[in-house]
């Protein structure tokens, strides 16, 4: 199931920094393939390894929006802004592989990811609450409404800025 990003991105001494960075890489490659699954996609080469340096990434660059995402009071915006950087670095370390059909195009990247961290901020905001058990289900049906969106703000030089209101919005939405 898919969790918080407090419980991937915890505060504290190192030990449990690598347990959330394990937790977030082995739901990470689950969640991608379930979601690929969805799709129709057979045999999808995901890449576990691609996940520890998403991790790994998202500490190193973006550690004033987990910060704020991972806060007590995090705003929908502030949840937004961390799970625009995730799915970012998430399509720059290209965990999917799908095969000889590779191509630069990132649709498919964006189609299995974006519902994929679009859960995790779910869950982020009910975080202290229970999430929906479809949480990773309902994820995927709001990504696909806005994949358009989503694929646009991608494409353009600062895509963190330009996906955080578009997260914003699913996110206000969905909980």
Do not use: W
Not at 26 to 49: C, F, I, K, Q
Not at 50 to 71: E, I, N, P, Q, Y
Not at 74 to 80: E, P, Y
Not at 144 to 167: F, G, M, S, W, Y
């Amino acid at each position: 199931t898919v969790k918080s990003l407090r419980s991937y991105f915890p505060d504290g001494d190192e030990d449990r920094q690598i347990g959330g960075e394990r937790q977030f890489r082995r739901d990470m490659y689950y969640l991608t393939r379930a979601v690929l699954a969805g799709y129709g996609v057979d045999n999808p080469r995901v890449h576990e390894a691609s996940f520890s340096a998403v991790h790994a990434a998202m500490r190193k660059r973006h550690a004033d929006l987990l910060a704020g995402a991972t806060a007590d009071a995090a705003s929908t915006d502030q949840v937004a802004a961390a799970c625009a950087a995730l799915l970012v670095e998430c399509l720059n370390h290209r965990p999917v592989q799908p095969g000889e059909a590779a191509t630069a195009d990132r649709s498919l990247d964006i189609r299995c990811l974006a519902p994929v961290v679009l859960a995790c901020g779910l869950a982020t905001k009910a975080d202290g609450g229970t999430p929906e058990p479809d949480i990773l289900e309902i994820a995927v049906l709001a990504a696909e409404v806005r994949e358009d969106r989503i694929r646009q703000a991608c494409a353009q030089a600062n895509a963190v800025q330009e996906l955080t209101p578009v997260l914003a919005t699913l996110l206000a939405h969905l909980t």
